[in-house]
């Protein structure tokens, strides 16, 4: 229904998800929330595949903040799990998907890093869509590491305070090999960002949907594309202005 109506010429070339619901999802069912988890590990798949099909070159989803280390352990444990079962080669070999990891991977169990590692290697070269996982990953985190950097090649000489630009803030950003995406979808029906992609989300369009992140189907991401479209991106112009330079 939704997808007649996109306008394949203005797609986004970048769309982050905010995978919110998995919890409640499952508990709705009377399952455990590692039930919804895995049922969103599956969506997850699913939705890169629909947006590969869309011709949409990159795709970012927030699988797990640093605050998320403070939940149980037991949830945590299942998470780890699930993403080291999640991260088989032969699902992004097929779909020719490029796999990126960003976050405080240093965080991270030894074989689950061995995995995303492997992953990233033997997937560098797929050229069909850029999958990235934001795991262990926060802005804070990301703004803190990239004033460290900055700081410190003003420190070695390398850098002058007074050549400091936003571009140079966007060189040491954990993104820095993608555009900002355009799109920000976000499920579950919190409406907050969440401390994800704070920096690189300053004129992305936000789209939230009470739809839990299970049940986010290829008709969900058609609709939202769809909004996305609908919207004038201004940039900080008057709408006249915008028309005008169509």
């Known amino acids: 229904m939704y997808k007649e109506k996109i306008d394949m010429s203005r797609l986004p070339k970048h769309i982050a998800f905010i995978m919110d619901g998995n919890g409640r999802w499952a508990q709705a069912r009377g399952q455990q929330r590692s039930f ?142 993608m555009p900002d995406p355009e799109l920000l979808i976000r499920t579950g029906g919190e409406q907050r960002l969440s401390n994800f992609l704070l920096w690189q989300t300053a004129y992305s369009e936000l789209y939230f949907t009470d739809t839990y992140w299970p049940d986010f189907d290829d008709e969900c991401l058609y609709k939202a594309i769809v909004d996305y479209q609908g919207r004038q991106r201004r940039f900080g112009k008057t709408g006249e202005q915008v028309a005008e330079e169509k």
């Open 36 to 177: 919804g988890h895995t049922a969103g590990a599956d969506t997850l798949h699913a939705v890169v595949r629909c947006a590969k099909n869309l011709g949409i070159p990159y795709v970012t989803f927030y699988a797990f903040s640093t605050e998320n280390w403070n939940r149980p352990k037991e949830e945590v444990n299942a998470l780890l799990k699930l993403m080291v079962k999640h991260l088989e080669e032969e699902l992004f070999m097929k779909d020719n998907v490029r796999f990126r990891l960003i976050g405080d991977i240093e965080r991270l169990p030894q074989d689950m890093l061995d995995s995303c590692n492997h992953l990233m290697e033997c997937t560098k070269n797929n050229t069909a869509i850029t999958m990235v996982v934001a795991f262990s990953y926060s802005t804070h985190w990301e703004m803190e590491q990239a004033v460290k950097q900055i700081a410190q090649e003003v420190k070695d000489g390398k850098l002058d305070v007074e050549d400091i630009t936003d571009k140079t803030i966007d060189e040491h950003m954990a993104t820095n090999f």
